[in-house]
C-alpha cells in the first residue's frame, strides 16, 4: 500500500490567497483526520471524519478554515483567506475504524508571507 | 475529561542507556494506548499500541511500553538507547466509548548522547 498521501508537500503562498491542501487516505480505512503541527502549539486535531462525514471540527481554529470529504478515497483542507499565523505543518491521517492505530501522511509544510 | 500528559518535554540519554518516556492519561474507563514517533520532516508513526490482553506490549525498534491501570500510566521503555532513536514520541490514548476519539499527549523529544 502506499500509505497516506498528501499534497502538495511544499506550498508558499502570500496573504490573503486560497490554499487548498488535499489528502488520500489508505484504502479501506474509514476515519480521516486533519492534523496541525507547530512548534508553539504542538499537534493539534483540527477535524476528523467517519465514513465520509465530519464528526469533530471543534479545532477547526475559525472560519477561515473548511473541510470536505466528497468521497472514501479524497479529502480536502481549505484556507481562505490564507494569514502568516496559519504557517505549519499540516498532517492528514486515516485509520481502518474509530479509535484504532491512525497512520501520518508525510504532511504538507505550508509557508504564508 | 480525557487527557494525556508526558512528563518532561525533552529527556536526554547516553547512547547504551535505559530510555524511559512517562505516560499517564485520565479516564475512568480502560482506554486503547498507543506510543508513536515522530522523526524530523515525517509523520507520525506507530510505535506500538494496547487495546486489550497482555499489559506489557512490545514494539519496533526493541521499543516496548506497560500499561497498569492502578497508575494509569503506559511508559515507554527501551533497554539500550541508540543514536537513531532520538526523535520526538508522541503518547495517545482512546476512550472505547462515547465516539473514539483520540487525544494525543504534548509529544517528549529524545536526545541521544554519543
Known amino acids: 500500500d502506499a500509505g497516506v498521501i498528501q499534497s502538495p508537500r511544499h506550498e508558499v503562498t502570500e496573504m490573503g490567497q486560497e490554499v487548498t491542501l488535499r489528502c488520500k487516505p489508505i484504502s479501506g480505512h474509514n476515519s480521516l483526520f486533519w492534523y496541525r503541527q507547530t512548534m508553539m502549539r504542538g499537534l493539534e486535531l483540527l477535524i476528523y471524519?467517519?465514513?465520509?462525514?465530519?464528526?469533530?471540527d471543534s479545532g477547526m481554529p475559525e472560519d477561515r478554515f473548511s473541510a470536505k470529504m466528497p468521497n472514501a478515497s479524497f479529502s480536502t483542507l481549505k484556507i481562505q483567506p490564507s494569514e502568516p499565523r496559519d504557517s505549519a505543518v499540516y498532517f492528514c491521517?486515516?485509520?481502518?475504524?474509530?479509535?484504532?492505530?491512525?497512520?501520518f501522511g508525510p504532511g504538507t509544510r505550508l509557508t504564508v508571507t | 475529561a480525557q487527557s494525556v500528559t508526558q512528563l518532561g518535554s525533552h529527556v536526554s540519554v547516553s547512547e547504551g542507556a535505559l530510555v524511559l518516556l512517562r505516560c499517564n492519561y485520565s479516564s475512568s474507563v480502560p482506554p486503547y494506548l498507543f506510543w508513536y514517533v515522530q522523526y524530523p520532516n515525517q509523520g507520525l508513526q506507530l510505535l506500538l499500541k494496547?487495546?486489550?490482553?497482555?499489559?506489557l506490549v512490545k514494539g519496533i525498534n526493541g521499543f516496548e511500553a506497560e500499561f497498569k491501570k492502578s497508575e494509569t500510566s503506559f511508559h515507554l521503555t527501551k533497554p539500550s538507547a541508540h543514536m537513531s532513536d532520538a526523535a520526538e514520541y508522541f503518547c495517545?490514548?482512546?476512550?472505547?466509548?462515547?465516539?473514539?476519539?483520540?487525544?494525543f499527549g504534548a509529544g517528549t523529544r529524545l536526545f541521544v548522547k554519543a
Open positions: 491521517a486515516s485509520s481502518q475504524q474509530q479509535g484504532y492505530e491512525q497512520y
Open positions: 494496547y487495546t486489550t490482553g497482555a499489559t
Open positions: 495517545a490514548v482512546t476512550l472505547a466509548t462515547g465516539g473514539f476519539k483520540t487525544i
Open positions: 471524519f467517519n465514513n465520509n462525514v465530519p464528526i469533530d
